[in-house]
């Protein structure tokens, strides 16, 4: 049967990060308020992590919140009118209500409401992943500008007494606006999965279980070991691919933007990655704690704000977690 040809959309050709926005837990959690529960000393956390202090948010301060302020900034610094914001995408783990989501609760907050709005769920490479799709979509057509939320408010999900995980973890959102441009300020990603991994971190019990009483509330969980190799060895090799999907070598960067998991992971992909001296390095971790989704964008954030002579510079952004899943792509910083 025949029928008429349908339309198709096709957008701009390029597309480039505007600005960044950055909201942290109001509250600085120090090592020694942590280490009672999990028998462990600030001296072996700062070893093993790099960690000093974290950024936990109160109570009555929800993950939203944080997403929301971030927003805003990085909306006021793009030079882009919130109205035209036609896409909001928030990665997130910890929207501790399953639905709505809080992209469409934030796009309406900040002025964009009726754009497409929906959350995402990557864990540490969420960010990564929604850069991804902003990309995409705004080169298909589909949207014209977007905001790219990483939010997460971890310590509803922790468990003091948990040796593994908890101590790492704690409160931001960082958020970005993508739109047109006329060179190419975002490469190809590098993303993926090995679901095979799934029990190597994760939550420890579903809401199910909770419900039905054989379970208390679901907290997270990681096999340290696990995840500290694979982050090591096959980490390193995503972010040499994502440097040849740019067609760049580390001697291009400005900057190297990992995911905030653990300095001793940061500082052996700047080995493996053979990055020179003049290779600027996110150490966000140090104070702000491991904040899963929004580490990436938190950290560039605050490269920036110390560092203004990055502005137009390239930077090697790669996310890791849970799933588990991977996503890098370079990025020209605005």
């Not at 939203?64 to 006021?76: F, K, N, S």
């Not at 769920?121 to 298909?140: E, K, M, P, W």
């Amino acid at each position: 049967m025949s029928h008429p040809i349908l339309n198709q959309s096709h957008g701009a050709e390029f597309t480039r990060i505007y600005s960044y926005g950055a909201a942290r837990g109001d509250l600085v959690v120090p090592n020694d308020e942590l280490i009672g529960p999990i028998d462990s000393s600030d001296e072996w956390i700062q070893q093993r992590t790099g960690i000093i202090t974290r950024t936990r948010a109160s109570a009555d301060v929800l993950a939203v919140d944080l997403a929301t302020d971030a927003a805003r900034e990085a909306i006021a610094k793009s030079g882009v009118a919130a109205g035209q914001i036609d896409l909001v995408i928030i990665a997130t783990i910890s929207n501790v209500q399953q639905t709505p989501s809080m992209a469409a609760v934030v796009a309406d907050r900040v002025g964009s409401n009726p754009a497409a709005a929906y959350d995402t769920n990557a864990a540490c490479a969420g960010f990564s992943y929604a850069v991804t799709q902003a990309d995409a979509l705004i080169r298909s057509g589909a949207a014209h500008y977007a905001l790219v939320i990483g939010a997460e408010k971890l310590s509803d999900v922790v468990d003091p007494t948990d040796r593994s995980i908890s101590f790492l973890l704690g409160d931001g959102a960082g958020a970005v606006v993508i739109g047109p441009s006329d060179s190419p300020g975002i490469a190809p990603a590098v993303w993926g999965s090995d679901g095979s991994k799934a029990d190597a971190v994760g939550m420890n019990a579903t809401l199910t279980d909770f419900r039905d009483g054989s379970a208390v509330w679901p907290t997270l969980r990681q096999e340290g070991q696990t995840v500290f190799r694979w982050a090591v060895w096959d980490m390193a090799k995503v972010a040499k691919q994502a440097l040849e999907a740019a067609g760049i070598t580390a001697a291009d960067l400005a900057a190297f933007i990992p995911h905030q998991a653990n300095m001793r992971i940061i500082d052996e992909f700047a080995k493996q990655l053979k990055l020179p001296e003049s290779v600027l390095i996110a150490r966000d971790i140090a104070t702000t704690g491991n904040t899963s989704a929004a580490s990436i964008p938190l950290a560039t954030h605050r490269l920036l704000a110390e560092h203004p002579e990055l502005s137009g510079g390239l930077a090697l952004q790669i996310g890791f977690g849970a799933g588990l899943v991977f996503g890098a792509q370079v990025v020209v910083l605005p």
